[in-house]
């Protein structure tokens, strides 16, 4: 199964991927880590565009076709990465859980993005600015929302557990 949680920064994806990741055992991959990582090599001079995505995608497929659950954690802003998502799922044989995680009160929101401190050595974390004016399609096709304004943290990883084990239940594996 890959399970791909999407949102703007800063309204708690990471959090709920580590979380979900430690409870059920699965390979946790970052998109901001990898892209870091592709920054800091002496090979990349220019825009990073979408290298990072693709790696991402590489890594989870190949993770997928040894039988493990693969939380991706990335923004996902646009139809095109959603759609590259359900692709890498298909190549593998697996299904795909697309979460979207929001914040529906942009003044907490705001206070989170503005107050976090990064974990990724060399990382720039985004400002409010750069949040608000970020590329954000709306979402086109039936997903899982996640509201952290409203839901606890324990209450978005067991609603995702929930819905793994429902897509798990409907294709008679287990999970």
Do not use: F
């Not at 220019?46 to 076709?65: C, F, H, K, Q, S």
């Not at 990465?81 to 929101?109: C, F, G, M, P």
């Amino acid at each position: 199964m890959l399970i791909v949680l999407s949102g703007l920064p800063g309204v708690g994806k990471t959090t709920i991927a580590r979380e979900l990741a430690r409870r059920i055992g699965a390979v946790y991959l970052r998109v901001d880590s990898i892209e870091q990582a592709i920054r800091d090599s002496a090979i990349m001079s220019g825009p990073i565009n979408d290298a990072g995505y693709r790696a991402e995608y590489a890594v989870a497929e190949d993770n997928l076709r040894l039988g493990r659950i693969v939380i991706a954690d990335s923004v996902n802003p646009i139809q095109l990465t959603r759609d590259a998502w359900l692709n890498a799922a298909t190549r593998a044989n697996v299904r795909a859980l697309e979460v979207e995680i929001r914040s529906s009160d942009l003044a907490e929101h705001r206070r989170h993005v503005e107050e976090r401190t990064g974990d990724i050595a060399g990382h720039r974390l985004p400002t409010w600015n750069d949040v608000t004016a970020r590329e954000y399609a709306p979402w086109d096709r039936e997903h899982l929302v996640l509201d952290t304004s409203i839901v606890a943290l324990d209450d978005c990883v067991a609603a995702i557990q929930h819905a793994l084990h429902q897509a798990s239940s409907r294709s008679g594996t287990a999970g």
